[in-house]
């Protein structure tokens, strides 16, 4: 059975720094790219940042590039997501998702989810 367990958010201050985490099981997790979404209060859920599988590449939405670091650990089949200089526009539930790379580095199948974890900043 696949599972995606996030953990690691929480409140912090303006400016703080949080390390959101992404257990996962279930499925070879070295070959899934994965990314970051999230979803505020009234909003959309959005694209946050993602890393593939094949080359190892990092991509970020321009409102998070230069703050937060995306990393995987193949070993321990956990995603991680550092945050810093967090604003408070950066409040929201953080999801991570997966998803079956090829070696050609297309995406198919089904997309995996996990529950999320509440990221909230305070000003």
């Known amino acids: 059975q696949v599972q995606l367990v996030e953990s690691g958010g929480g409140l912090v201050q303006l400016g703080g720094s949080l390390r959101l985490s992404c257990a996962a099981s279930?499925?070879?997790?070295?070959?899934?790219?994965l990314r970051w979404y999230r979803q505020a209060p009234g909003k959309e859920r959005e694209w946050v940042a993602e890393?593939?599988?094949?080359?190892?590449?990092?991509n970020y939405a321009d409102s998070v590039k230069g703050r937060f670091t995306i990393s995987r650990d193949n070993v321990k089949n956990t995603l991680y997501l550092q945050m810093n200089s967090l604003k408070p526009e950066d409040t929201a539930m953080y999801y991570c998702?997966?998803?079956?790379?090829?070696?050609?580095?297309?995406?198919?199948?089904?997309?995996?989810w996990g529950k999320g974890t509440l990221v909230t900043v305070s000003s």
């Open positions: 279930g499925f070879t997790f070295s070959i899934y790219a």
């Open positions: 998702n997966a998803k079956r790379e090829d070696s050609r580095g297309f995406l198919y199948g089904m997309d995996y």
């Open positions: 890393i593939t599988s094949v080359s190892i590449t990092a």
